[in-house]
């Protein structure tokens, strides 16, 4: 406020109040300090209040009037006196949108063959088709990756998580998590979540993932493991030719690194024959596949045992607890504080074994052994791809498969079998597996393990 009235006097402009002093002398500028210092401390006091009130309703899962995130509507959930207290609900074109650009992001176009698509991509397919964001706007890319990353489609608002003004984010126990319809399935939301963070540009540059050069991204230096790169050169005939060189002695010299080059059509040829004649023929992908399937049931036998015993907790805290209601119910015991901590101990004890059991039937996984037609379907796939697509498909599919290390005298292709597994046993093959960091990731062998 002073500097607002020092500026309009310096361009000849009095301020005037018929409730407060006016005036420049020493007593009305201080009253006018001090008076400016309350409205100050009113308005503080107010957004106060305004934020404990907002937060306490978030915590009772009612929405607080932001407009709600594409695929919800607003509905009235109660009345108090003259307040109306809403909720999200799931508007069911809007949420069929949703869950169209998952699909696309994770599984492409199955009408026109499109393989998985990136965020740009997806933005532009949809607003090519005609669909349009909540208000009638054109989708961007900005919006996208936020929908992509709202955790409000598995059931989870969180109210609070971040600072309006400064943008940074709020500790976690002022954050107010309000449940809300789901409109995904939590693992088709994390497998995006996942390839988000495999194709963030601090993780991997966009060259390297949707480039046309088929292995940037994908071939390392044996000598290094520095990622591969292209560079051109020209003879003396004048002709131009491509190669792969590796990119650590590219840019800081023979001292880092003594280097690999070879013909760019050459180790493409080479990876792709390879792939097709020895990885992706039916009877060596059928033994692979049929080694990880023996180990898995030997893993899912032995977690069995674990699994009953997790079940036995949880039904034994369920039982405990039960009990102690019966009582409370029947008159046979009062709720004094040591009934109280008890049945809070109880809960506790219930829901971490409940999570515990959670948590191991999720790596169990349970999945059916492969049937021939599937590894032969599988098999067809990917030598189609690598035969008839362009190169940033067979990139996309390659990366989620295996890493190429080029040496001096061999090229290596390596991969896990775990993986190959996934791959070949998903519901929908072209569905893109993300490999979220490389073979050799842990190579100095620390404890982080």
């Not at 500097?3 to 005037?16: C, D, M, N, T």
């Not at 599984?107 to 009638?136: C, F, Q, S």
């Not at 992509?148 to 976690?172: C, D, F, M, Q, V």
């Not at 390839?195 to 000598?223: D, M, Y």
Request: with cysteine; aromatic share 6%; charged share 25%.
């Amino acid at each position: 406020m002073e500097l607002v009235i020092r500026k309009l006097r310096k361009h000849g402009v009095e301020v005037a109040s018929v409730t407060q002093p006016n005036g420049d002398d020493p007593s009305a500028a201080m009253i006018r300090q001090i008076i400016g210092i309350f409205d100050e401390y009113t308005s503080k006091e107010n957004g106060r209040q305004v934020t404990r009130a907002m937060t306490e309703n978030a915590r009772q899962g009612f929405w607080n009037g932001a407009s709600p995130p594409l695929g919800y509507t607003i509905v009235e959930a109660e009345r108090r006196g003259q307040k109306i207290k809403k909720k999200l609900a799931i508007d069911p074109v809007e949420a069929e949108v949703v869950r169209l650009i998952f699909r696309l992001y994770l599984e492409g176009d199955a009408a026109t063959g499109k393989p998985p698509m990136g965020i740009k991509e997806v933005v532009k397919w949809l607003n090519g088709h005609g669909y349009r964001t909540k208000k009638g706007g054109t989708f961007g890319v900005g919006p996208l990756h936020h929908i992509l990353t709202n955790k409000a489609y598995i059931g989870s608002w969180h109210y609070h998580s971040r600072n309006s003004r400064s943008g940074g984010k709020h500790p976690e126990g002022e954050v107010v998590e309000v449940p809300v319809p789901a409109i995904l399935d939590e693992g088709v939301f994390h497998a995006a979540q996942a390839k988000l963070a495999a194709n963030n540009p601090r993780v991997s540059p966009v060259r390297a993932i949707s480039g046309p050069i088929l292995l940037t991204g994908i071939a390392t230096c044996s000598h290094c493991g520095g990622g591969m790169t292209q560079r051109t050169g020209t003879s003396a005939t004048g002709r131009v030719y491509a190669y792969y060189t590796c990119a650590t002695r590219a840019q800081k010299g023979a001292t880092a690194c003594k280097g690999n080059t070879i013909p760019m059509a050459y180790l493409d040829e080479v990876v792709r024959k390879a792939l097709d004649e020895k990885l992706f023929a039916p009877e060596r992908l059928a033994a692979l596949l049929t080694a990880v399937a023996a180990r898995r049931s030997e893993k899912a036998e032995a977690n069995n045992a674990r699994l009953v015993a997790l079940q036995v907790e949880v039904d034994t805290a369920k039982e405990r607890l039960q009990r102690l209601y019966t009582l409370v119910e029947d008159g046979l015991a009062e709720m004094d504080d040591l009934l109280c901590e008890r049945i809070t101990v109880l809960k506790a004890d219930r829901e971490k074994a409940q999570a515990a059991l959670d948590r191991a039937r999720r790596e169990t996984g349970g999945e059916a052994g492969l049937d021939p037609e599937k590894i032969a379907a599988f098999s067809k796939l990917m030598r189609d791809v690598l035969a008839s697509s362009d190169n940033p498909t067979r990139k996309a599919y390659l990366r989620s498969l295996l890493n190429v290390e080029v040496g001096p005298e061999k090229v290596r292709i390596m991969g896990s079998r775990e993986t190959l597994y996934a791959a070949a046993g998903a519901n929908n093959s072209s569905a893109e597996l993300v490999q979220l960091s490389g073979l050799k990731w842990r190579a100095r062998r620390d404890s982080n393990s």
